[in-house]
């Protein structure tokens, strides 16, 4: 089974529009860890934003956001005031057994393509 | 270095022929992943490394494909009679130390292309 979902292969947004990619995933480890990447088409993956299981609130960095809600085990991400260098790959991605020794690796979803309109 | 490292960011081989694709992290990370990411798709877990032991290489395709980190820093990733399925931008990964909640920073990439 799938452990991250992204369902929207391809997302188109207006400049200065707000966007929201959509991410689930699929964990019976209490403690996790979910994190968006951009990948520009240069292929660099770029670390977004953070969120922890344990973490009461949403995680923000700019104009990123993360809308994390446990219970339907969604890790959504909201992009405000879009700009042209925005336009990329987005991928969600999974770490469980945060913080115990030992890294477990990431596992990451197909993706969404991201195009900002001017 | 400043970032990851990754060489050479091109390679083309044909059928049969061996490759070493180099992964330099950032210094001081303890942590070295590799990715395989086919094209269209999102990055696929290849093998872990906590300095110079090899943790994890359940992602390994095939007994084709072989990493090493000798010293604990820079790493090689090396491909055995490579195969058409293997084309894909190979990516490298660091992060500091052992916590889950560390990120990682990737490379650019290695693609490979095999004829």
């Known amino acids: 089974a799938q452990k991250i979902t992204q369902t929207q292969p391809g997302m188109f947004v207006q400049e200065k529009e707000a966007v929201t990619l959509d991410c689930t995933y699929d964990?019976?480890?209490?403690?996790?860890?979910l994190f968006w990447y951009k990948q520009p088409s240069s292929g660099e993956m770029i670390f977004l934003i953070y969120?922890?299981?344990?973490?009461?609130q949403n995680a923000t960095e700019g104009r990123y956001s993360l809308n994390f809600q446990k219970a339907r085990k969604s890790a959504n991400l909201v992009i405000s005031a879009s700009q042209l260098g925005d336009s990329a790959m987005y991928f969600c991605?999974?770490?469980?057994?945060?913080?115990?020794?030992?890294?477990?690796?990431?596992?990451f979803g197909k993706g969404t393509r991201l195009s900002v309109i001017a | 270095g400043a970032g990851v490292s990754q060489s050479p960011r091109y390679k083309v081989a044909k059928r049969g022929q061996d490759v070493a694709l180099r992964c330099d992290p950032i210094?001081?990370?303890?942590?070295l992943f590799w990715y395989q990411q086919a094209l269209g798709q999102g990055p696929e877990f290849l093998t872990y490394?906590?300095?110079?032991?090899?943790?994890?290489k359940s992602g390994l395709p095939s007994d084709r494909f072989f990493a090493e980190r000798p010293e604990g820093s820079v790493s090689t990733l090396k491909i055995q009679r490579t195969q058409q399925e293997d084309s894909a931008v190979y990516l490298c990964?660091?992060?500091?130390?052992?916590?889950?909640?560390?990120?990682?920073?990737f490379g650019a990439g290695s693609r490979l292309t095999v004829l």
């Open positions: 991605a999974m770490r469980e057994g945060v913080g115990f020794a030992g890294n477990t690796p990431l596992v």
């Open positions: 210094s001081g990370h303890v942590s």
């Open positions: 490394f906590q300095n110079e032991a090899q943790l994890d």
């Open positions: 990964a660091s992060s500091l130390d052992r916590s889950g909640a560390n990120v990682l920073t």
């Open positions: 964990t019976s480890d209490p403690s996790y860890g």
């Open positions: 969120q922890g299981s344990y973490d009461q």
